[in-house]
């Protein structure tokens, strides 16, 4: 499991992409899945964890960002014969090193920073996985193997039957959010607003934010721990989400829901398949409807609105979803039973042919054999190795090729530091495995 580095898993405060790797990861230890881990040293997992980063660039400065993205992702990537899958929350930067690794990779895309990114997603979408979080937040130039919506702890949100007389303005202070829009929604409602969340956009803040307060209708409170942020959830009247960006998710949106909280929200991005429009809250276009909205808000059940959370979001269905994503990956990447060298995969088998992924691990090599139905055609990936043929030896790098006929004696050895990995074409009236002599074998298989 590979989380951002940006705060710790999981986070002290704001983070939601490390929330959501920790949720997750939690939930898959609980199921008795082994996970390793890769975060910041400060993190905390029932799991394994394993670092690099020893504290989060966004609270310490000190972390030069792209060095530590570096070895995190590093990390990752030169222990991937460890582990069956890797789920990547990091972006796009790991899908980097995804073709020089076997493990097969699936990527939940948590955001487009910008299309400028789409280059690199749109490389490697035949050969990794993508989870989109929403429908709404599909790239109609990507493939996606599913869509699995966030989950969050529901019981550790308070439901509040009986909230306070103001309403809530809580995330990230920046433009896409809204943070001036429901400023200017809670004046023309006359109500109470309260903010928070960390500074994303300090001239944003200081424009168009920091005149407004005055500490009596318009208070900010800063960036608030995770209990202050569940105690304004569950007292407020409602939570205005004016975003002015398609939005991927909106996971303030589902916990303010259930706590109980009805939502005010533009109708924009993933907003329509978490609100239901008059029943957990108003999806709206502009301020002047979520002023109406907010004179509406109490004919919302507050108890509806933390059923719908509980039928739809909670980290058990979560953690399910992915379990399936996990398992249509490994059928799709089946790997047969592991070798002493490494390890094969059937690509395709058709009668008179069958085509393998064989991957030897370095230093490792396989058996001199021959075989009496089929012949060979092995086509080098990546690596480098030695091939032994009828007693000549030929050394192979990526781009070469080599023929292997019937009843010739073979072997192959990987002589480098790195994976070899090879296509094999298989020819002939039988294919079967055990169509193999072992004349020697460093395993004692012979």
Known sequence: MLSPIAWSTPPKKYGPWEAMVSLLTEGLVKRGIDVTLFATADSHTAGKLHSVCPRPYEEDKDVIIKVYESLHISEVFERANEFDIIHNHFDYLPLTYSGLVDTPVVTTIHGFSSRKILPV???????????????????????????????????????????????????????????????QVAKKAGMKLRMAGFIADSEYFKNEVEPHIDNEQIIYEGHVSQERKKELLSNARALLHMINYEEAFGLGVVEALTCGTPVIAINRGAMPELILDEETGFLVNNADEAVEAVQKVNSISRRKCRESVEKRFSVDRMVEDYIRVYETILEKCKREAKRPWGFYEVLTEKPGYKVKRLTVLPQEEISLQRHFHKSEHWYVISGEGLVTKNGDQIRVLAGNSVDLPVNDVHRVRNTGNQNLTFIEIAQGDYLGEDDIERLEDKYGRA
């Open 121 to 183: 997603y749109k490389k490697y979408n035949d050969s990794t996985f993508y989870v989109s979080i929403s429908d709404a937040y599909r790239c109609n130039e990507l493939d996606y193997i599913a869509t699995v919506r966030h989950g969050i702890d529901i019981e550790s949100f308070p439901f509040n039957a009986n909230p306070e007389d103001y309403l809530l303005f809580i995330s990230r202070i920046h433009r896409d959010k809204g943070a001036k829009e429901a400023i």
